[in-house]
């Protein structure tokens, strides 16, 4: 079961996890338009954007390039794709995933008003 973190929880997810944990990614899965109408600031972690349809032909560079307890967060535009994509991982083997539940749409109403909603 993937852990849904509402956007307000993000910070406190960022502090909870173990010292030497490598940096988190927040996987931005929305494409290429969106991510030009809206984007997050990468404070606290990596900004990786690769669109949903992408995720299965790039697994396994990204399996090489990130250990399995890479902590990712899954980001599209409300919470579904990003969910689906938080699945794929799980299933792929990555341990510590979780989904940002409501998308960049409730990280603007519950982190960063500063990002647009669309």
Not at 24 to 36: A, F
């Amino acid at each position: 079961m993937i852990q849904q973190l509402a956007p307000a929880d993000f910070a406190a997810w960022l502090a909870s996890l173990p010292a030497g944990t490598p940096t988190p990614i927040v996987l931005d899965v929305r494409e290429p338009w969106e991510l030009q109408t809206a984007s997050v600031k990468a404070e606290g972690f990596t900004l990786v954007h690769i669109p949903m349809r992408e995720v299965p032909v790039r697994l396994e560079g990204l399996q090489e390039e990130l250990p399995v307890d890479q902590p990712v967060a899954c980001l599209c535009h409300h919470g579904a794709r990003s969910m689906q994509v938080a699945n794929y991982l799980a299933q792929n083997g990555f341990t510590q995933v979780v989904n940002l539940h409501g998308g960049i749409n409730a990280w603007s109403q519950q982190r960063d008003a500063s990002v647009p909603q669309y």
